[in-house]
């Protein structure tokens, strides 16, 4: 896994731990362990993870490096699988009663493949756990606008769930999920008009619990001005065309008759307006689109895998004949497994081609295909912070930095070593806003950082360059040390 983000999640999900409770709620309880720019990031995941653990642990102890992160791992996969869950839930759902076995073996196995083989793979290798949880609220909450359940308590109840559930995981998503629930309120007015009290509590709680991340986060961060941060974002959208295609041709082929289909158009339209219009955003900035140009497009991705159980409309509907077996005979059951089979193919599970398929260095392949060949490993930086663990622990009076020859390899050990050692938020001021590489960076760091600074080198080079600052800087000497791990 080569994302950092994945130790600032970490490093939030510590603090939760330690402090027993949201960050935003009490900055100050876990401000040694958590990065000061997360107090105030959507922790849905975080806490949710911190539970659990605290129930899997019997204890809300802190754990050993090693545990922590198999942990956290584990819950970022649990994340991920639970939004593979609800996209294949959500697809099977849409189409109903027009799957028997057979065709839902099929359909479900070919949203699996698409999921794997796509960009929703990214989120394992660089550690997107909140965007997971998000995206798999949002997925259940257009399964459940589009096709409600029957009781009239509970859909209010779960819709106000789910649109909670995505403003404390992921509030990226937030103005989809009000056209969702908007509209979805707007044509069940005359079923909703029967439980006025129950609507009036549902309407309250939501109103004023899901924006809570995002106004406080808007008055105490910057988070505006980071939609236009981050590295550009340059999608194939063959993929993109190939689901349209399939999914508009199940539409127009009879799905706009159905109601089902209907709003499931509008849900997949809203999505779709939520990308242009950041495409829009940018184009009008003068710039590439940037990062969370990108997170649209997930939501776009998955709202499409939604809709592929439209291609049952293409097909007649299944047969009940009297005795026959409701999953069909084995021809049935061979055709599914062809289509399963064909849908991996088309994305790219075996040898990282297909439809998936985008630019990596010289090759092209997919995120999954990368991650499993190795291609993303970074074993230096991993070893590295081994070493580190094992001969500097902890120092709870001064702010362990690792430096190396190579660019960057001592930034990564520095963040994670923090983070494993629970001092993430103490060294912040070491880790970020500062050079990558050596020399700048040691002499950045003095500078940045006003207390004791315990200087961990790896490799020969880097003892030397702070062995040269400590020389050019006499003043250093009573709060600067130096270790070498070799």
């Not at 699988?81 to 609800?86: E, I, R």
């Not at 995002?214 to 993109?240: I, K």
């Not at 140009?293 to 997930?298: A, D, N, S, V």
């Not at 494993?420 to 806003?433: F, I, K, R």
Request: charged share 15%; glycine share 12%; proline share 6%.
């Amino acid at each position: 896994m080569t994302g950092e983000d994945n130790s600032r999640h970490l490093a939030t999900v510590e603090g939760i731990r330690a402090a027993g409770g949201y960050l935003f709620a009490d900055p100050s309880a876990a401000a040694r362990i958590a990065p000061e720019g997360m107090v105030w990031y959507p922790q849905g995941f975080h806490l949710t993870a911190a539970l659990l653990d605290g129930f899997l642990r019997s204890s809300t102890a802190p754990a050993g490096p090693a545990g922590t992160l198999d942990h956290y791992l584990g819950w970022s996969l649990g994340a991920w699988g639970l939004l593979v869950l609800a996209v294949t839930w959500a697809a099977n759902r849409l189409a109903g009663r027009r799957l028997d076995l057979p065709r839902a073996v099929a359909l479900t196995g070919a949203v699996t493949a698409a999921c794997l083989g796509s960009e929703l793979a990214r989120f394992v290798v660089y550690g997107y756990p909140g965007e997971s949880l998000g995206l798999a609220a949002t997925v259940l909450l257009v399964a459940l606008t589009c096709r409600p359940v029957a009781r009239t308590g509970t859909q209010l109840a779960v819709v106000g769930a789910l649109c909670v559930a995505v403003g404390f995981a992921y509030l990226m998503f937030l103005p989809v999920v009000a056209v969702l629930a908007l509209a979805w309120l707007v044509r069940d007015r005359r079923r909703l008009r029967r439980r006025p009290v129950a609507l009036a509590v549902v309407a309250l709680l939501t109103a004023a619990l899901t924006p809570l991340p995002a106004v406080a986060g808007l008055l105490r961060t910057d988070q505006v001005d980071n939609v236009a941060t981050g590295g550009g974002v340059f999608p194939r959208y063959d993929a993109f065309l190939a689901l349209a295609g399939l999914v508009a041709a199940g539409l127009l082929a009879g799905g706009l008759r159905l109601p089902v289909w209907r709003r499931y158009a509008g849900a997949l339209a809203a999505a779709l307006a939520f990308a242009g219009g950041f495409l829009l955003y940018f184009r009008a900035l003068g710039t590439d689109p940037r990062y969370y140009y990108g997170k649209t497009l997930h939501l776009l991705l998955v709202v499409l895998l939604v809709g592929a159980g439209a291609a049952t409309l293409l097909l007649p509907a299944p047969r009940r004949a009297t005795g026959e077996r409701r999953g069909g005979g084995p021809g049935r059951a061979l055709v599914a497994a062809a289509v399963v089979l064909a849908c991996a193919g088309l994305a790219g599970l075996p040898r990282g081609t297909g439809i998936f398929a985008q630019p990596f260095g010289e090759r092209t392949t997919t995120w999954a295909a990368a991650w499993w060949s190795g291609a993303l490993a970074r074993p230096g930086a991993a070893d590295l912070t081994v070493r580190v663990l094992t001969r500097a622990p902890a120092d709870a009076d001064a702010v362990t930095v690792v430096v190396s020859g190579r660019r960057r390899e001592g930034y990564l050990a520095t963040l994670f070593v923090a983070t494993l050692q629970d001092t993430h938020g103490a060294s912040g001021p070491a880790v970020y806003q500062l050079p990558l590489a050596e020399p700048a960076r040691s002499a950045a760091v003095v500078e940045k950082v006003p207390g004791r600074i315990r200087f961990v080198a790896a490799d020969a080079a880097a003892a030397g360059t702070v062995e040269a600052l400590l020389a050019a800087r006499p003043d250093l000497a009573g709060r600067v040390t130096l270790q070498r791990l070799e």
